[in-house]
């Protein structure tokens, strides 16, 4: 709420449908969670965090090597 709503003023439900719509999908596609080890909840669902955490380790080591 704190990141979507407050930060914009709703003109009417529609407007409200579209920028709460909006912030759904970023939320789900684009924020990383701390909670799902900085990855996405889609990636998450997808199954696609076992990849990208070995793509994690492998770009760290790289640095530190």
Do not use: V
């Not at 990383?32 to 199954?47: E, R």
């Amino acid at each position: 709420k704190k990141e979507c709503i407050r930060k914009k003023a709703l003109l009417d439900q529609d407007h409200a449908k579209i920028i709460i719509g909006s912030y759904i999908a970023f939320y789900n596609n684009q924020r990383l969670h701390s909670a799902n080890a900085y990855i996405t909840p889609a990636d998450q669902l997808a199954g696609r965090d076992n990849k990208i955490h070995e793509e994690y380790s492998k770009s760290f080591e790289n640095i530190i090597n």
